[in-house]
């Protein structure tokens, strides 16, 4: 078989042979392109998307992410509460310790009670207990929080 298309191919004329070259390598060309540029640029362009993708996800969460959870670790529960409290215009009617539980009762605008609180959930407070009481314009909160230190 082998020896039967060697004898055909040196009984074609030379420009058939030429072109049959010519042919062979245009079609080596194209199937390299299709078969392994343009998949690769392809799983670029994908990973590439990706990265871009986990990029933009990582800055919302670190805008996301309040300072104060950055604090955290250096400052204990108790003292984090008391400031986050100041910080944010609450009025701290009672503020007292016994054992693992902080008892806080505090005052202030509504908007900015429940922002509080929602921060310092964030921020790893347990709560045992939170009362919400409605006085004037203002909402008074007394809470129970878990403290691990």
Not at 8 to 29: E, K, N, Y
Not at 34 to 56: E, I, N, S, T, V
Request: charged residues 20%; glycine residues 8%; hydrophobic residues 45%.
């Amino acid at each position: 078989m082998k020896t039967f298309v060697r004898e055909r191919w040196l009984h074609l004329p030379p420009r058939d042979r030429q072109l049959c070259g010519v042919l062979a390598v245009f079609l080596l060309i194209v199937f390299s392109v299709y078969g392994l540029w343009l998949p690769a640029q392809q799983r670029l362009d994908a990973a590439r998307a990706l990265y871009l993708k986990q990029l933009a996800l990582e800055g919302e969460v670190r805008q996301a992410r309040p300072g104060s959870i950055a604090r955290g670790a250096e400052q204990p529960l108790v003292s984090r509460l008391s400031d986050s409290a100041a910080d944010s215009g609450l009025s701290v009617e009672q503020f007292e310790m016994d054992g693992g539980v902080v008892r806080i009762s505090l005052n202030g605008d509504a908007v900015a009670v429940l922002g509080w609180l929602n921060r310092i959930e964030l921020e790893g407070a347990g709560f045992e207990s939170l009362s919400l009481e409605k006085r004037g314009t203002s909402l008074q909160a007394r809470l129970q929080i878990n403290n691990p230190n």
